[in-house]
């Protein structure tokens, strides 16, 4: 099956741990939905329908069988096996099950005909629960770009930066980079040299500023603070604007009404809903417009509605 496919070149010391189980029906999670969208960029799919990634400084492959959630955690013997019952919090973390979508799926079709519409083909899509620095840094990379190629960068960025982790069919693997890892004053110039273009001032501005400011904890504690004052704070940063912040608020700062609006959003809040929004260009006043709107018509998880 999929672990032996899945070979460890690490030498003896790198061997995933057995295969584990949770409960989780389709209507709650589909795997292919949810890690291929462009809410994260380092999932793939390792082999037909088992999907390996990066979570949490280990690596792991998932795949769904019936109403189960199966996967397996890689790593070196020296740090440690993790213990079960740790492995399927981070998981349950990391999807939010604890969050009913089927009840949230009635609600939202019962609200609006256009998602009734389209829910049917598109069962199990929530909202991942990131690491705010990792989502934050790899969603600067998203202006002017598409999935497959912001997965490459975000790909070299942690080959060039983070701690390597294990091979797997010869595959190197390494965590997502450390802010102090970015932090450095030639950072700028490595990303150039990587194809990052003009974000990569941003990402090392961005992780310089967080370094010299909040620091990873006080962005994690934005997750307490309202929705309003965690985008403020994030459009503080460089190269994050409204579009960025909204997406890092969603995905990684608890903010489930954040409404991440691009041309595509607004484009699709005229043609379908009919809504006058915005004026002629997509300023802050309108992205909060739209946001809005999707909030009085889906309520207080419109961003997950719009995710799917």
Same mark, same amino acid.
Request: charged share 25%; aromatic share 10%.
């Given at each position: ?11 003896? /010391? ?42 949490? !400084? ?9 109403? =189960?959630?199966?996967? @397996?955690?890689?790593?070196? !013997? $020296? ?7 740790? @492995? ?11 969050? #009913? ?8 079709? +019962?609200?609006?005909?256009?998602? =009734? ?6 069962? #199990? ?12 840094? /790899? ?11 912001? @997965?490459?960068?975000? !790909? ?40 990052? #273009? ?10 310089? +500023? ?5 620091? %990873? ?5 934005? =997750? ?33 009404? +954040? ?9 699709? +809040? ?8 915005? #004026? ?5 006043? %309108?992205? $909060? ?11 207080? =998880? %419109? ?6």
């Amino acid at each position: 099956g999929a672990a032996a496919s899945m070979k460890l070149r690490d030498g003896p /010391s790198a061997c995933p741990s057995l295969w584990r189980s949770l409960p989780c029906p389709p209507a709650e999670l589909r795997l292919d939905l949810v890690l291929s969208s462009g809410q994260t960029f380092r999932w793939w799919e390792s082999s037909p329908g088992a999907w390996t990634g990066v979570l949490g !400084e280990r690596v792991w492959t998932l795949r769904q069988e019936r109403d =189960r959630l199966w996967y @397996t955690v890689y790593g070196k !013997e $020296q740090d440690g096996r993790p213990d079960g019952a740790e @492995t399927d919090q981070i998981l349950r973390d990391y999807f939010q099950l604890d969050v #009913g979508l089927p009840a949230l799926y009635r609600a939202w079709g +019962a609200a609006d005909p256009l998602f =009734r519409k389209v829910a049917n083909d598109f069962p #199990g899509v929530r909202v991942l629960r990131q690491d705010p620095v990792e989502c934050l840094l /790899s969603f600067i990379c998203t202006s002017n770009n598409h999935i497959s190629r912001i @997965t490459a960068m975000i !790909e070299r960025l942690c080959q060039a930066f983070g701690r390597h982790l294990c091979c797997l069919d010869s595959r190197p693997i390494h965590a997502f980079p450390s802010l102090s890892a970015l932090a450095g004053a030639d950072t700028e110039a490595q990303l150039r040299a990587l194809g990052f #273009g003009y974000r990569a001032k941003f990402v090392s501005g961005t992780a310089r +500023a967080i370094v010299e400011g909040l620091g %990873a904890e006080g962005l994690r504690r934005l =997750r307490t603070v309202p929705y309003a004052e965690a985008r403020r704070e994030l459009c503080a940063l460089p190269g994050v604007g409204t579009k960025v912040a909204d997406c890092v608020c969603l995905m990684a700062l608890d903010k489930a009404e +954040a409404v991440p609006v691009d041309t595509h959003v607004w484009r699709i +809040a005229r043609q379908q809903y009919g809504a006058v929004l915005g #004026g002629r260009s997509l300023t802050p006043r %309108a992205h $909060q417009e739209i946001g809005d709107f999707f909030r009085g018509l889906w309520g207080p =998880r %419109a961003g997950w509605a719009q995710a799917v």
